[in-house]
């Protein structure tokens, strides 16, 4: 009988669908008869170009991605996106001013970066409350370039549930999502979108893909300095076979585009299926952290995140013991973010809602041994 897969609550790099996996094994030395590994391919020969085409197709199609976006694959994840953002879009208006939103550990770091390239203004931080709820009280400047936001802090477990209406908070201004944990697990409202962008390596493929949705109307607005590989209109132009991308990576992402349009519960299908499956996910565990004694979770109902849930034993002293029974128990990578201590389960789309259930039923057991 074949052993069943640990389930992997990694942040990242994550779980893929097994049958993503089991399909790119098939595939590994032979792709569809091309004698050739997709990894040795030439990013410009007609078998690339079919897998590529494909992928962003089915990508428009899970997303409804409106015309008026372009769909750049890119490489350098969501991390030095926070530089190549300003570098195309500080300079929409005279005076390079971004503001950014501070919702948790991620867009902290995208402020930083974006100060290299501009004048940067916090919007609204939520340190006061030590990242467990979303920042109110935005202060947007209405000569600001664009406004940043992470949609889903990985860290914190703080997740924008709807995107802000930025014309309703008296700015024009283009709004910039990293979406990097929340892409393709719920639908986007792209009314409210000027670009967002995210690493693949969540939800969608391996590390080193980079997608980003950007509006036409904001290509061709670098600055000076910023390199030619990361010039948007640049990419976009050459359809984003300007350098060398992630051929690989692309290609996994393909495969898993392939299976979410095939994905089917609670009688929908795609993106909606798997927002919904996301969202029962989240509330099992969500009300197994709550009716415990021995776990809390710290983040404000309102907002918090289905697909990153940071938790915390109210006795420190049972964190190895608590781990050690997970691993045991084949449920991997609990164990929280350095940064803020604790554990974190990552349930972003490949995790089933058995995976989930595996994990309630050992906080039982392990609070029952242990309370």
Known sequence: MKKARPFNFSAGPAALPEEVLQQAAAEMLDWQGSGMSVMEMSHRGR???SIYEAAEADLRELLAVPREF???FMQGGGLAENAIVPLNLSGLKPGGKVDVVVSGSWSKKSAA???????????ADGAASQYRS??????????????????????DGVEFHELPDLKALGSDAPLVVDCSSQ??????DWSRVGLAFGGAQKNIGPAGLTLVFVREELLGHALPICPSAFDYKTVAEAQSMYNTPPTYGIYIAGLVFQWLKRFSYAGKTGVAAIEQRNIDKAKLLYAALDGSALYENRVAADCRSRMNIPFYLREERLNEAFLAGAKERSLLQLKGHKSVGGMRASIYNAMPLE???????YLKDFEA???
């Open 47 to 49: 078998e690339f170009i």
């Open 70 to 72: 372009r769909i750049l």
């Open 113 to 123: 970066e974006a100060r290299r390239y501009a004048d940067v203004s916090i919007a």
């Open 134 to 155: 979303l920042p109110g009280n935005w202060q947007l400047r209405r000569d600001a370039a664009y406004v940043h936001i992470c949609s889903n802090e990985t860290i």
């Open 183 to 188: 892409q393709l697990s719920r639908t986007i």
């Open 355 to 361: 995976g989930v259930q595996a994990l309630v039923d």
């Open 369 to 371: 041994s242990h309370g």
